[in-house]
């Protein structure tokens, strides 16, 4: 069985930092793309930023700028860095990955459980 596990959330004042980490344990044979979605009361769940297993990413505008996601491979690890923090970057965040578990042909989405980040003064 796979599992997603994220740490790092908590409350921060604007203007401040974070640092999101997510590991990927389990029997799994490869993980393609990494990524962090965040959801806010009453909104969807979108795209923060993902990082695919050759290192490519992409962000959302939102957060260009401020947000650097990055993976360690050797330890099915995501990490989204956070700075320069908005009190409208308040969300849910959740860890995705696009893996394929050991003995399966096929490539599914799994996701963590989510980890609170609170910017406010």
């Known amino acids: 069985q796979v599992q997603l596990v994220e740490s790092g959330g908590g409350s921060v004042q604007p203007g401040g930092s974070l640092r999101l980490s997510c590991a990927a344990s389990g029997s799994i044979f490869s993980i393609d793309a990494m990524g962090w979605y965040r959801q806010a009361p009453g909104r969807q769940r979108a795209l923060v930023a993902v990082v695919t297993s050759a290192g490519t990413t992409n962000y959302a505008d939102s957060v260009k700028g401020r947000f650097t996601i990055s993976r360690d491979n050797a330890k099915n690890t995501v990490y989204l860095q956070m700075s320069s923090l908005k009190p409208e970057d308040t969300a849910v965040y959740y860890c995705?990955?696009?893996?394929?578990?050991?003995?399966?042909?096929?490539?599914?989405?799994?996701w963590g459980q989510g980890t609170q980040v609170t910017v406010s003064s």
């Open positions: 995705n990955a696009d893996l394929t578990p050991s003995g399966s042909y096929y490539l599914m989405p799994h």
